[in-house]
T-cell receptor, first 116, second 111 residues
Framework: AQKVTQAQTEISVVEKEDVTLDCVYE???????LFWYKQPPSGELVFLIR??????QNEISGRYSWNFQKSTSSFNFTITASQVVDSAVYFC?????????????FGQGTELSVKP | DAGVTQSPTHLIKTRGQQVTLRCSPK?????VSWYQQALGQGPQFIFQ???????QRGNFPDRFSGHQFPNYSSELNVNALLLGDSALYLC??????????FGQGTRLTVV
């Protein structure tokens, strides 16, 4: 069965600190997609990144970076120099290959609070 | 270009009643998925509609049903509401199997 675990329920940091959100997944598939979404208080899930399971290259986008390690089934998300606007709930998700618009398996989410 | 829109934004229903939630997909999208997100939890997949047919279904009882119209908009119906059905219901649209975009959700409270 597919499963996504985000062990950190809540994280609180002070502005400008770096913070890493952990994500561990389980799947029997050899190819799949992994995602990160941000959910601000408004409720809408905002897409941040998608990775294909065969592409283990780390990715950086501005202050955001992602570390995908297939050997440990982890897909961690780091925010560098955090800002108050980064405060939100962050979800890691998994979907089957060839159907990234299909069923997404979400983790429980990590609530990030960035204080000024 | 309007994104995914859901209505209503908030709803209060009594236990045992029936409810219909609505979703208009992003322009050009033909696939709609529905998720239930209980407080403090991650979204759970309910089902997906494509070409007016249910293509995938999650682990939800038959009280949860849906429909997709020729213009790709969709409805989620829940019968015999239980207190445990209180949640944020999210709609996501996509172009076939490509990336999904989410709406802001409908907050359903069952009393």
């Amino acid at each position: 069965a597919q499963k996504v675990t985000q062990a950190q329920t809540e994280i609180s940091v002070v502005e400008k600190e770096d913070v890493t959100l952990d994500c561990v997944y389980e799947t029997r598939d050899t190819t799949y997609y992994l995602f990160w979404y941000k959910q601000p208080p408004s409720g809408e899930l905002v897409f941040l990144i998608r990775r294909n399971s065969f592409d283990e290259q780390n990715e950086i986008s501005g202050r955001y970076s992602w570390n995908f390690q297939k050997s440990t089934s982890s897909f961690n998300f780091t925010i560098t120099a955090s800002q108050v606007v980064d405060s939100a709930v962050y979800f890691c998700a998994l979907s089957e290959w060839g159907n990234q618009g299909g069923k997404l398996i979400f983790g429980q989410g990590t609530e990030l609070s960035v204080k000024p | 270009d309007a994104g995914v829109t859901q209505s209503p934004t908030h709803l209060i229903k009594t236990r045992g009643q029936q409810v219909t939630l609505r979703c208009s997909p992003k322009s050009g999208h033909d696939t709609v998925s529905w998720y239930q997100q209980a407080l403090g939890q991650g979204p759970q997949f309910i089902f997906q509609y494509y070409e007016e047919e249910e293509r995938q279904r999650g682990n939800f009882p038959d009280r949860f049903s849906g429909h997709q119209f020729p213009n790709y908009s969709s409805e989620l119906n829940v019968n015999a509401l239980l207190l445990g059905d209180s949640a944020l219901y999210l709609c996501a649209s996509s172009l076939s199997t490509f990336e999904a975009f989410f709406g802001q959700g409908t907050r359903l409270t069952v009393v």
